[in-house]
């Protein structure tokens, strides 16, 4: 699929974010740790979910999806995953610590996601041989044996890595520590799911976490807002102008990016919605480095540089979290007339005037800052295989021509 996109329009109203991929996901795979019932309401209808209830289908479990609610019920027995299904998300990894904990085993074949890099899982690898396991790397990942409790210092605060552990935690008597975890609001939404699920959990959203687990019972919750998600209507609004009020968001969860947007922008922050207000003229950003939360997030790096490459004046990106997340969009956005040179990780941008041409989405958040910057542009742009944003982005065309923006999708 393509997004055809004429330039220039200025947004505005109001749009609602959708539950966020990046919290789904680990819930659903915590789920495998119950026979009991799970219900999560406010998910996203997105390719990612859709692809990690197929696994979750894929062990046993049932899955019934209505009106943004998930029921993940039954008992997983399978612990082979399908490798087909396993390289469509990188949240089929997620899988492997829920399914240890519960089965004895796991097998990921592969596993998938976007091409931002070389994206290794020596971590998760070694905090689950770490804390009992035994794991092979024979035939992709293979765990066998029972998490035996005691504790573990990740090398790097790792998304996954962390989420992993606390589900093969969370079933385990003996306490488990985790130290430098992730603090990522995604990874603290986790920690409160397997509290209701009868873990006893300390340290929740800070980097140190005890997880005293054992017998886990059903329980429901509400997916927290998509914060990449929020992020993008805003940012798309400050690049062509215009005034679009996000609702159904936590602003806090914005870590860095919204005191940057601060700077540049009319934001008014209330509760649960942020409204920008743009004239589509603003400086540039000086210098921004991707850091784990609350630093800047590396998910909003590449909407960042569309949005410096049509600012006044310079700005410096380096991108530390995922070594190719920064060159294919540059090479896109040159093509609509950026001036913008990368090497290695880091990337320098003069804004200037941006010309619709065709470019090509290579991943997801990339995808999404191509659509930001032809919509920016003057002119008509082609996005070519914008399937990729539809692993994570509710409706996107739909809440971006709500708001008056001229995209529309035709089969390539
Ligand atoms: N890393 C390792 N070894 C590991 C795990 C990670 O070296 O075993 C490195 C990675 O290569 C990367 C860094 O650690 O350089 C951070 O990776 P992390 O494990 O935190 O990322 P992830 O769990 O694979 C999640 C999100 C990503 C998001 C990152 C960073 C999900 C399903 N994915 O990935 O989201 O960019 O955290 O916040 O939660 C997206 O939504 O488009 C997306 C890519």
Do not use: W
């Amino acid at each position: 699929m393509d997004y055809l996109i004429g330039g220039g329009h200025r947004l505005n109203g109001e749009v609602t974010a959708s539950g966020c991929k990046n919290a789904v996901l680990p819930l659903l795979a915590a789920s495998v740790l119950t026979d009991e019932p799970m219900v999560f309401c406010n998910c996203p209808d997105i390719a990612d979910v859709r692809n990690m209830l197929l696994l979750l289908q894929a062990t046993g479990k049932h899955t019934d999806f209505c009106d943004g609610s998930i029921t993940v019920s039954g008992k997983a027995s399978n612990n082979l995953l399908p490798a087909a299904l396993c390289a469509r998300l990188r949240g089929s990894g997620l899988l492997l610590g829920s399914l240890l904990a519960k089965t004895g085993g796991a097998s990921l074949p592969q596993s998938g996601g976007c091409a931002i890099g070389d994206r290794p899982m020596d971590i998760h690898i070694d905090g689950l041989r770490a804390l009992g396991a035994e794991v092979s790397e024979r035939k992709g990942i293979c765990c066998r044996g029972s998490i035996a409790g005691g504790r573990y210092r990740l090398r790097m605060p790792s998304v996954g890595a962390t989420e992993n552990l606390l589900c093969a935690a969370a079933a385990c008597v003996h306490p488990v520590t985790l130290e430098n975890c992730a603090v990522e609001p995604e990874v603290e939404q986790l920690q409160q799911v397997l509290q209701s699920m009868g873990a006893e959990i300390t340290g929740m959203g800070t980097s140190t976490v005890t997880v005293r687990g054992g017998r886990l019972h059903g329980c429901s919750a509400e997916v927290i807002p998509d914060r990449i998600e929020c992020a993008t209507y805003l940012a798309t609004c400050a690049a062509v102008g215009g005034k679009v009020t996000v609702k159904r968001c936590v602003p806090r969860h914005l870590g860095a990016f919204l005191p940057l947007m601060k700077g540049r922008f009319h934001i008014e922050e209330g509760q649960d919605c942020i409204t920008i207000c743009s004239d589509g003229v603003f400086e540039g950003f000086g210098y921004i480095s991707t850091a784990p939360y609350p630093g800047f997030h590396t998910d909003l790096q590449q909407i960042t540089a569309a949005l410096a490459a049509v600012a006044c004046g310079k700005t410096v990106i380096v991108e530390n979290m995922f070594e190719n997340r920064l060159t294919h969009n540059a090479s896109q956005l040159a093509l609509m007339g950026a001036n913008i040179t990368v090497r290695g990780r880091r990337a320098e941008i003069f804004g200037s005037k941006l010309h619709g041409a065709c470019v090509t989405a290579a991943d997801l958040r990339g995808g999404a800052a191509l659509v930001t910057a032809a919509l920016a542009a003057k002119g008509q742009s082609r996005v070519r295989c914008a399937n990729h944003i539809l692993r994570g982005y509710e409706n996107f065309e739909q809440k971006l021509s709500r708001l008056g923006a001229d995209i529309r999708a035709i089969e390539d």
